[in-house]
């Protein structure tokens, strides 16, 4: 069972969530006759009226009837309602459903009103158990599963009418299309952290989180087009079987596929049917109504694929903003099939049919559409149908691995990863580069000189900070401990706890610099003999599996520095999330924070009257001079450092003096005089903030302390 904090929440925060979830079916079928929610248009569809009362009949079946003496409403509706229980005995088959016109639908809505009446007063009298909170949100979660295929059933029967009748006025959505951005996203690959990690409700489906590796890889910013679909028609799309694999191409055959569902040629033009009428197709709008078959012939036409789900997920945990539609639009198909993730355990009892039976010959879309009900949808959610389905509200996001590079600049894709992440962020609106890249050898060295200057004030209070509590948390540790330190330059700070903790078993700095981490392995090992050192290079948002020589005690990260500030704030939760998963369970983690403070003695921190902070922001277009053969004219760019009140931040900008273009590679960029290159965000924290931080990523606080101004702060963090 996934558990969930809820069941601390009062009965009365129950029985409200209760009724709102509850409220949105009714009104869905408020403007419907009982013919329209009575007759059933295909086998894959339900009548609106046995939507209605099925999922009354789930919270009796799953949670009421559990209750000593429990007398149901009616022992008949508990076999006309179950939908695919087999552990609760003989039930209406599927394709029967549109025969039941009896119970009335006044007497279905009379059901959900008892069921309403009965649940609300349990709710309010209960203090639940773990498991009967799960089974409560399970159940207002499958109620909102059944509000969109209310939905997706009550279009199938409108497209079947000749009349092509409008279900409602408008179509129903909770929000507005987000316009397109353009373009392919690139990931570098590497190892993912997939999965629910257990804060809050999800389907047993989404769990364990576990890890997954992944080649680099592009994702489209949006979603595939009713107009792209129309190239994909007007191209023979439906004609050609070298696009379709072979069992979509006998379905095409044996049901005349020549467009997607609902689609029809009117005249010159196409039109499609939706929740409001027959409309039509708009050209931007996304594809919907497609099936896996055919969005994987589209992919394939394009000279593209779909993404695995793992790729969709990690791209929506890391860069969520850079896409359009990744929920709330439609559902996307992706290449993976719907298996159990490793470990996998059903819910236990009758709910363990809920969904594991299902775990074969599916695949997996992500995101969620226009008619999934508002907070109903996650970033790990699981949605699946079967290859030739087309009724669900379903399109799709392109793919692409990377393409391979004529003229790799180096064995080890490193400058390659560097080439291509530059030219896709200043080929944004406003244009962007990650603090990533700053650390070559040079910026490395640059930011040692920064560590001295009069005007960064965050290494010496860390420093001195460290020193104080150093002692009193290093008791913690236990033995045969091993330190994990993330972005760890120079390991200058390193030696403050290697000092305070001389039974350290072994050290494992992470790095992207790997002339940083050679220098300071060299001087580590060094100094402290009897310690195993173990170092990383690479980038610590695709954490790579701990080397085997790690201790068998307690794991302690270190992240000091406020190197988490040059995070996104989203960035920063998933990051500590996958460190919490990488260090294991009782592992500890000290955590450097900057906080907000008086901007001008932030602003001074960043633009030092010597220029070195400057020298260090030019570096980014210096070394792409120097590994990427760009001609960047570093000089005409000038240092800028802003805070930013909103966002609790400094940021770092490059900004051109004079209009210009540079070229790297075969790509050219042109740069508008007084345009910027955002080069760094530092964010500033509040002990809140930082509390807040942990909380989301699973950790606790388990001691905090701040220095004397200008003040930084350190966190001990405890993964229990
Ligand atoms: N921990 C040191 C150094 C901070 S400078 C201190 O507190 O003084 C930030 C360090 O993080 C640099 O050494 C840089 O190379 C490294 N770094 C930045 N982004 C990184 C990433 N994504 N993955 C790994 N290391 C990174
Ligand atoms: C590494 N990082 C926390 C530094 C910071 O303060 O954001 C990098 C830096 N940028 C400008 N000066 C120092």
């Given at each position: ?183 392919t ?29 992944l080649e680099?890889f592009g994702l489209a910013?949006?979603l595939v087009?009713?107009?792209d679909?129309?190239?994909f ?10 696009l379709w694999l072979?069992?979509g ?38 594809v919907?109504?497609i099936s896996f078959y055919e969005a994987d012939a589209f992919a394939r036409w394009s000279g593209k694929r779909l993404p695995t789900e793992a790729e969709w997920e990690q791209a ?14 439609v559902w996307q198909w992706t290449a993976s099939g719907y ?23 599916q695949k997996v879309l992500r995101g ?15 949605n699946f149908f079967?290859p ?6 379903a399109g799709l996001r392109l793919a692409e691995d ?319």
């Amino acid at each position: 069972m996934t558990s969930t904090a809820a069941v601390t929440m009062s009965p009365h925060f129950w029985s409200e969530r209760y009724r709102s979830v509850r409220a949105a079916l009714p009104a869905l079928a408020a403007g419907l006759s009982p013919e329209d929610l009575t007759a059933q248009s295909m086998p894959d569809c339900s009548p609106g009226k046995w939507h209605l009362a099925h999922a009354s009949w789930f919270f009796e079946a799953m949670i009421l009837s559990g209750q000593p003496d429990y007398v149901p409403v009616d022992p008949q509706f508990q076999i006309l309602f179950n939908s695919y229980y087999d552990a609760l005995g003989e039930r209406v088959a599927r394709h029967e459903r549109g025969l039941m016109t009896r119970p009335s639908l006044e007497a279905v809505l009379a059901y959900r009103h008892e069921i309403d009446r009965r649940m609300t007063d349990w709710l309010e009298r209960t203090v639940m158990t773990d498991q009967q909170a799960y089974l409560v949100e399970l159940g207002l979660n499958h109620e909102q599963q059944h509000q969109e295929l209310f939905l997706m059933d009550m279009l199938n029967l409108m497209s079947r009418s000749p009349l092509d009748p409008a279900a409602y006025d408008e179509e129903p959505r909770h929000s507005v299309s987000e316009a397109a951005k353009g373009g392919t996203v690139w990931f570098d690959g590497g190892l993912a952290m997939i999965g629910h990690d257990g804060e809050g409700f999800a389907f047993d489906n989404e769990s364990p989180a576990h890890r997954q590796w992944l080649e680099p890889f592009g994702l489209a910013a949006d979603l595939v087009s009713q107009g792209d679909w129309l190239s994909f028609i007007a191209d023979g799309g439906y004609r050609r079987p070298e696009l379709w694999l072979a069992d979509g191409w006998a379905r095409v055959q044996a049901e005349d596929w020549e467009a997607p569902l609902y689609w029809r040629q009117d005249g010159d033009g196409w039109s499609v049917m939706a929740l409001a009428g027959r409309r039509p197709v708009t050209p931007e709008a996304a594809v919907r109504h497609i099936s896996f078959y055919e969005a994987d012939a589209f992919a394939r036409w394009s000279g593209k694929r779909l993404p695995t789900e793992a790729e969709w997920e990690q791209a929506m945990r890391h860069r969520s903003e850079v896409f359009s539609g990744a929920f709330g639009e439609v559902w996307q198909w992706t290449a993976s099939g719907y298996d159990a993730y490793p470990g996998f355990t059903p819910t236990p009892g009758t709910a363990a049919e809920y969904n594991g039976k299902f775990m074969a010959n599916q695949k997996v879309l992500r995101g969620g559409s226009f008619a999934t009900p508002e907070g109903h949808e996650r970033i790990s959610y699981r949605n699946f149908f079967y290859p030739h389905q087309r009724w669900a509200f379903a399109g799709l996001r392109l793919a692409e691995d990377q393409a391979p590079s004529p003229k790799a600049p180096d064995q080890d894709g490193a400058a390659t990863r560097f080439q291509r992440d530059l030219i896709a962020g200043l080929s944004k609106t406003p244009k962007t580069a990650s603090p990533k890249w700053f650390y070559d050898a040079h910026g490395s060295e640059l930011f040692e000189q920064i560590t001295r200057l009069p005007e960064y004030y965050p290494t010496r209070q860390e420093a001195a900070l460290l020193r104080r509590v150093a002692p009193q948390w290093a008791e913690r540790f236990g033995p045969n401990a091993t330190l994990v330190e993330f972005g760890s330059g120079a390991s200058e700070k390193t030696r403050v706890v290697l000092d305070a903790a001389p039974d350290l078993h072994a050290y494992v700095p992470i790095d992207i610099s790997a002339a940083a981490l050679e220098g300071a392995v060299e001087r580590i090992s060094a100094a402290y003999p009897g310690l195993t050192v173990a170092p990383l290079v690479g980038d610590f948002l695709h954490m790579p599996p701990l080397p085997d020589v790690v201790g068998t005690g307690r794991r302690i990260g270190f992240f000091p520095g406020s190197t988490i500030g040059n995070l996104e704030p989203d960035e920063a939760v998933a990051f500590l999330r996958a460190a919490r998963a990488l260090l294991g369970p009782g592992s500890l983690f000290i955590l450097g924070v900057d906080l907000v403070k008086e901007p001008a003695v932030l602003i001074a921190a960043y633009d030092d009257a010597e220029g070195v902070t400057a020298a260090f922001n030019r570096n980014l277009l210096a070394r792409a001079n120097r590994e990427l053969g760009a001609d960047f004219d570093v000089e005409a760019f000038a240092h800028k450092a802003v805070w930013n009140t909103e966002a609790q931040r400094m940021e770092m900008h490059l900004q051109a003096t004079r209009p210009m273009q540079a070229r790297i590679g075969d790509t050219v960029i042109a740069f508008e005089r007084g345009e910027t290159i955002h080069t760094e965000n530092s964010r500033k924290f509040t002990e809140a903030a930082v509390r807040d931080l942990a909380q989301a990523a699973g950790w606790t606080e388990l001691a905090f302390e701040a220095g004397p101004a200008p003040s930084v702060a350190l966190a001990l963090l405890g993964a229990d």
